[in-house]
C-alpha cells in the first residue's frame, strides 16, 4: 500500500512539535477570525499568509498553518450560527436553522459538539477520499494537454460563477473582470507591459493577496459601518452534558451521509461549502423528517450541513491539488500560497512534492482533531470575542490587514491598492455581484493566457485543438449546460407558473 | 438604475480596455497569441456582458444610504493617507491616528478611542515587529 506509507510520512512530518504548534495556532486563530460576522477564512487565510515568510517557514508547516486558520474558521462560524443566530460564513447560515432552535431549547452544547464531531467524520472521510482519489485523479490529469487545461479552466470559471451569485451575468462579469487584473504587469510570454499606467510598481502585476484583503476584509469594514446593528444577545447555555450517546447514535446517520455528499460536491468546482451544506439540510430533511421537527431544533438538521461543508473543504482539495484548479475563493487563496512557494499544484504535485501533499492532508485531520479537543471546552471564551465594542474590533481588522498587505511586498503602494479594492468591493457587495469569481479569475488568469498559448503553439495557430479531444468536447458540454441552464430553467419556471396562474384564477 | 450605471461604466471599461489590447507589439517571441490577444478576447467578453446588463437590470439593487458616504468616504481617504504617512511618520504613529479616525466612525467617545488605540498599535508592533519579525516601518518612534 503506497499510499498508506506516504500517509504515515505525511503524518510522522505533520507530528512534529513544530507543526503541531503551528496546527494548534492556525486552528485557535482561525476559530476567532471565524466567530467574528463577515471575516471568514478566505479574509483568514489572505491576512495571515504573509507571516509564513516571515517566519520563514518550510512549504508544509506554512500549509499546515493556513490549512488550521481554514479549519479553525469554517468551525468558528458555525458556533455563531448557534449561539447567536449569526452565521460566520455563508457555509454555516443552514446551521442557524436547527442550530439557534436547539440552543433557544437549551441545547447549545449537545449542537455546538455536534457540529465538531460531524466535523470530525467529514474529516476522516475526506481523508479517505484524497487518499483515494487525489493520486489516481493525478494520474489522469498528466495526460491533459494545454488544450484541455484552457478548457478545463473556462469549466471552473464558469461553473463557479454559475454557482457564485443570484444573477449569472454579474457572476460571470465579476470572473472576467478577475482575468483582466490578471493581465495587469508585465506580460510572461512576450516580455510587453500592460496595463501598467507606466507605474513601475505595477510591473509585476497585482498582487493576489492584496485584491483578496481588499475585496473581502475591507470591504467588509465598510459594510458594517452601515449597518448599526447591536451585538445580538447570547443564549444561555444550560447545565447539561456535551452530547448523549443516544443523541450521537441519532445523528450518526446525518453525519455519514452529510459526509460523504459534502466531499462529492466539495470535489466540484465552485460548488464548495457553503453549496454542500444547503444541498445535505434539503437532502437530510427529505430522508428523515418524519416528525416535522426540522427547523424546530433537530439535532440532524446541525449534523448533517455541518459534516457536508467540512467535508466540501476536503473534497475541494482534490481538484486543487490534482489539477491546479482551486473550487473555491479559500483555495484559490490557497493555490495562490503554493504559487508564490513556488509550488505549481498539478498532476505532477503528488509525484514531484510528496514532502508537501502528504504533512498538509495529514495535518488537515490532526486540525480536526485539535477542534474537538480545544475548542469544545473553549468556545464560551472565543464567543466573547463578540462582546468586544465594535468600534476596536473593526479597526482592528483593517490595522491587521495594513500589516498583511504591506508585508507581502514591504510596500505602502500596496496598501493603496487594498483601499482601491476595499471600495470596489463594497460597491460590488451592494450591487449584488459575487467577490470570488474575482479572486479565481485573478489566480488563474496567467495559468489561462498559458494554456491559450501552448495549445495554439501546438496547433500552429488552429483554434481546432480546442475541440479535437474527448474530454474538451465534453468540457465543452458542461460549459454550455451551466450558462444556458439556469436561464433555460427560470424560463420553464416562469412559464410553469404563469400556466399554475392562469388555472387558478379560473 | 443602479444596474444601468453599472453597465455602462463598465461598457466604457471594456471598451477601453480593448482598444488598448491593440496597442501590445512585440508579440513575435510569443507566438500565435501575442500580448493582445487574450486581453481582447476578455475586453469583447466584458463587452457583451455589460451590454446585457445594461439592457436587462437586476430589478432593485439598494443604493447605500447618503451618509454612508461620508463615513465611507473617511475610511478610504483615511486609508488612502495611511499608505501615504506610513513611512515618513513610522507605524505607531501613523495606525495610532487611523485608529482614532475609525474608531471614531464606529461612534466611540474620544475618551475611550485614544488610549485604546495607542494600546493597540504598541500591541501590534510589538507582536507582528518584534515578535513575529515582521519588520514594520519605524518612522519618528521606533
Do not use: C
Amino acid at each position: 500500500m503506497d499510499v498508506l506509507t506516504n500517509l504515515a510520512d505525511g503524518f510522522s512530518v505533520a507530528l512534529l512539535p513544530r507543526n503541531l504548534l503551528l496546527a494548534f495556532l492556525g486552528a485557535l486563530v482561525g476559530t476567532m477570525i471565524g466567530v467574528l460576522p463577515g471575516i471568514g477564512p478566505i479574509t483568514g487565510v489572505a491576512i495571515l499568509f504573509p507571516l509564513t515568510f516571515s517566519l520563514e517557514l518550510e512549504p508544509a508547516s506554512a500549509l499546515i498553518l493556513l490549512a488550521g486558520i481554514y479549519y479553525g474558521a469554517m468551525y468558528g462560524g458555525s458556533t455563531t450560527s448557534i449561539l447567536l443566530n449569526v452565521p460566520g460564513e455563508a457555509s454555516s447560515v443552514v446551521t442557524t436553522l436547527d442550530g439557534y432552535q436547539m440552543a433557544r431549547q437549551g441545547r447549545a452544547k449537545p449542537a455546538l459538539a455536534v457540529a465538531a464531531i460531524g466535523s470530525f467524520v467529514a474529516g476522516t472521510v475526506s481523508i479517505i477520499g484524497l487518499m483515494a482519489f487525489g493520486p489516481l485523479l493525478s494520474r489522469l490529469a498528466i495526460e491533459f494537454g494545454p488544450a484541455e487545461y484552457f478548457v478545463l479552466l473556462v469549466a471552473a470559471l464558469s461553473l463557479i460563477s454559475s454557482l457564485a451569485g443570484k444573477n449569472v451575468f454579474k457572476a460571470l462579469i465579476a470572473g472576467v473582470f478577475g482575468l483582466m487584473l490578471a493581465t495587469i504587469g508585465v506580460d510572461p510570454g512576450s516580455g510587453v507591459p500592460r496595463y501598467t499606467f507606466g507605474q513601475l510598481k505595477l510591473m509585476d502585476g497585482v498582487d493576489f493577496l492584496v485584491v483578496a484583503i481588499g475585496l473581502f476584509a475591507v470591504s467588509e469594514v465598510l459594510i458594517l459601518l452601515e449597518q448599526s446593528r447591536v451585538g445580538a444577545a447570547l443564549v444561555p447555555t444550560g447545565r447539561r452534558a456535551w452530547i448523549t450517546m443516544r443523541e450521537l447514535a441519532f445523528s450518526a446517520g446525518a453525519m455519514v451521509r452529510g459526509s460523504l455528499l459534502g466531499f462529492v460536491i466539495g470535489t466540484l468546482p465552485g460548488a464548495g461549502a457553503s453549496i454542500s451544506s444547503f444541498v445535505s439540510y434539503t437532502l437530510e430533511r427529505r430522508l428523515s423528517d418524519r416528525d416535522q421537527t426540522f427547523g424546530k431544533g433537530d439535532i440532524r438538521g446541525v449534523a448533517a450541513p455541518e459534516s457536508a461543508n467540512n467535508a466540501a473543504a476536503g473534497g475541494a482539495l482534490i481538484p486543487l491539488l490534482t489539477l491546479g484548479v482551486p473550487g473555491s475563493g479559500t483555495t484559490a487563496v490557497l493555490l495562490g500560497a503554493l504559487i508564490s512557494m513556488n509550488i505549481t499544484p498539478g498532476p505532477l504535485l503528488f509525484e514531484n512534492h510528496p514532502d508537501v501533499v502528504w504533512p498538509l492532508i495529514a495535518s488537515m485531520y490532526i486540525g480536526n482533531v485539535m477542534l474537538l479537543v480545544l475548542n469544545l471546552p473553549l468556545v464560551f471564551l472565543f464567543v466573547k470575542i463578540l462582546t468586544v465594542p465594535r468600534w476596536i474590533l473593526m479597526p482592528a481588522v483593517v490595522v491587521i490587514s495594513y500589516i498583511g498587505v504591506y508585508a507581502v511586498n514591504n510596500s505602502p503602494f500596496d496598501i493603496l491598492v487594498m483601499t482601491a479594492f476595499g471600495a470596489i468591493g463594497y460597491v460590488m457587495r451592494k450591487l449584488d455581484f459575487p467577490l470570488a469569481p474575482v479572486i479565481l479569475g485573478l489566480v488563474l488568469g496567467v495559468l489561462m493566457e498559458t494554456n491559450l498559448r501552448r495549445a495554439l503553439i501546438v496547433s500552429d495557430g488552429s483554434m481546432s485543438i480546442f475541440f479535437a479531444s474527448p474530454l474538451t468536447k465534453f468540457l465543452w458540454v458542461v460549459v454550455l449546460g451551466v450558462l444556458v441552464g439556469p436561464v433555460a430553467l427560470s424560463r420553464v419556471r416562469k412559464a410553469r407558473q404563469q400556466v399554475v396562474d392562469a388555472e387558478a384564477e379560473l | 438604475m443602479a444596474d444601468r450605471i453599472t453597465g455602462a461604466v463598465l461598457l466604457v471599461v471594456a471598451a477601453w480596455y480593448t482598444a488598448e489590447s491593440r496597442s501590445f507589439e512585440g508579440g513575435a517571441l510569443a507566438g500565435p497569441v501575442g500580448p493582445g490577444a487574450f486581453p481582447l478576447f476578455l475586453g469583447v467578453v466584458l463587452g457583451v456582458l455589460s451590454l446585457y446588463l445594461l439592457v436587462r437590470p437586476d430589478p432593485r439593487p439598494t443604493w447605500p444610504h447618503r451618509s454612508m458616504w461620508l463615513s465611507g468616504g473617511t475610511v478610504v481617504a483615511s486609508s488612502l493617507a495611511y499608505a501615504y504617512a506610513l513611512v515618513p511618520l513610522g507605524f505607531l504613529v501613523a495606525t495610532t491616528v487611523e485608529l482614532v479616525v475609525l474608531g471614531s466612525l464606529f461612534r466611540a467617545r474620544l475618551r475611550s478611542v485614544i488610549p485604546a488605540a495607542l494600546a493597540l498599535s504598541l500591541a501590534t508592533f510589538w507582536l507582528f515587529d518584534r515578535f513575529l519579525k515582521l519588520p514594520l516601518p519605524e518612522g519618528l518612534v521606533g
